[in-house]
């Protein structure tokens, strides 16, 4: 049988390289927060012992999604109904229960402050933002060459600034940042591509990009309107987007290289004061102690 195959000729085809997937949130912002901690739970995969910030993260972006759901009648009510501070109530137990079976937990004050945000949320945006929200949820990714960029827009809400105008939105389980912190402009980069991803997807710019902080819904009293820096506005100037694209594309080069060299450099930037003291490297992390955060060990 072998003789009837002897002159037969293979040409040879050089291995194509595959490109990664890089993640706007799970992988560029992680590692520009802290370069150390995503080296060592997002690339070698080691299993945090504490997760309170997926947690909260995870709670009010599932039950916010939830509430969109609910308004637009696809979870067995009439549409153009407004959740009540009981549906908030069952959503959150439905996400904490999922997250519970993947050993995701955190303390009663956390939950409970998760809990109080999202019914304020939902009683003082839900009659003016649900009617507006187009889609919730939106993939976006884009071919950068050498990778491919993606990303998760929360919302979309039809604008009032023109005929099929569209905004994008985000939601940030955390307090607005001050425009000298490092998150600031982290967060600002991430609208920016984000508004790039959905032009290159739709071939339309959005309208706006919008940041909501959902943490200044937070305290006592609670509001009863929106307070002033729950919400920000992000430019989308082109020079501004490119710049943003310029440093996404900048930190993943940096990536492939720590990748390349198994070599994760400490971060030249000090964390929030919320990674550090979550992060399961604190007792043993040289650039803590750089940026003058000192854990010591505690013993049981």
């Given at each position: 049988?072998?003789?009837?195959?002897?002159?037969?000729?293979?040409?040879?085809?050089?291995?194509?390289?595959?490109?990664?997937?890089?993640s706007?949130?799970?992988?560029?912002?992680?590692?520009?927060?802290?370069s150390?901690?995503?080296g060592?739970?997002?690339?070698?995969?080691?299993?945090?012992?504490?997760?309170?910030q997926?947690f909260?993260?995870?709670v009010?972006?599932?039950?916010?999604?939830?509430?969109?759901?609910?308004?637009r009648?696809?979870?067995?009510?009439?549409?153009?109904?407004?959740?009540?501070?009981?549906?908030?109530?069952?959503?959150?137990?439905?996400v904490?229960?999922?997250l519970?079976?993947?050993?995701?937990?955190?303390?009663?004050?956390?939950?409970?402050q998760?809990?109080?945000?999202?019914?304020?949320?939902?009683?003082?945006?839900?009659p003016?933002?649900y009617?507006?929200?187009?889609?919730?949820?939106?993939?976006?990714?884009?071919?950068?060459?050498?990778?491919?960029?993606h990303?998760?827009?929360?919302?979309?809400?039809?604008s009032?600034?023109?005929?099929n105008?569209?905004?994008?939105?985000?939601y940030?389980?955390?307090?607005r940042p001050?425009?000298?912190?490092?998150?600031?402009?982290?967060y600002?980069?991430?609208?920016?591509?984000?508004?790039?991803l959905?032009?290159?997807?739709?071939?339309?710019?959005?309208?706006?990009?919008?940041?909501?902080?959902?943490n200044?819904?937070?305290?006592?009293?609670a509001?009863?309107?929106r307070?002033v820096?729950?919400?920000?506005?992000?430019?989308l100037?082109?020079?501004?987007?490119?710049?943003?694209?310029?440093?996404f594309?900048?930190?993943?080069?940096q990536?492939e290289?720590?990748?390349?060299?198994r070599?994760w450099a400490a971060?030249?930037?000090?964390?929030?004061?919320?990674?550090?003291?979550a992060?399961?490297?604190?007792?043993n992390?040289?650039?803590?102690?750089?940026f003058?955060?000192?854990?010591?060990?505690?013993?049981?």
């Open positions: 049988m072998w003789q009837n195959f002897q002159f037969l000729q293979v040409g040879f085809n050089p291995p194509v390289p595959s490109r990664r997937r890089y706007v949130t799970a992988d560029i912002l992680a590692y520009q927060q802290c150390l901690q995503y060592a739970f997002a690339v070698r995969r080691y299993e945090p012992a504490l997760v309170v997926l909260y993260g995870t009010i972006h599932q039950v916010l999604d939830r509430a969109h759901a609910h308004y009648g696809e979870l067995g009510v009439p549409p153009g109904n407004l959740p009540t501070d009981n549906d908030i109530e069952n959503y959150f137990t439905e904490e229960n999922a519970i079976a993947r050993r995701i937990r955190a303390v009663q004050s956390v939950r409970d998760a809990k109080s945000i999202l019914k304020r949320f939902n009683s003082i945006e839900g003016t933002l009617p507006r929200i187009i889609d919730t949820e939106c993939r976006l990714q884009a071919d950068q060459g050498q990778y491919i960029l990303g998760n827009v929360d919302v979309l809400i039809a009032n600034v023109g005929a105008a569209v905004e994008i939105w985000d940030k389980g955390a307090s001050s425009v000298g912190d490092p998150d600031y402009q982290r600002v980069f991430q609208m920016q591509v984000y508004a790039d959905y032009r290159q997807k739709t071939g339309v710019v959005p309208a706006k990009a919008v940041l909501y902080f959902l200044d819904l937070a305290g006592d009293p509001p009863t309107s307070p820096n729950a919400l920000l506005e992000v430019n100037d082109p020079p501004a987007v490119q710049q943003a694209l310029q440093s594309g900048q930190t993943v080069q990536i290289t720590c990748r390349a060299s070599n971060p030249t930037v000090a964390p929030t004061i919320a990674t550090c003291n992060c399961d490297l604190r007792w992390c040289q650039a803590a102690v750089g003058g955060r000192n854990y010591p060990l505690i013993y049981p």
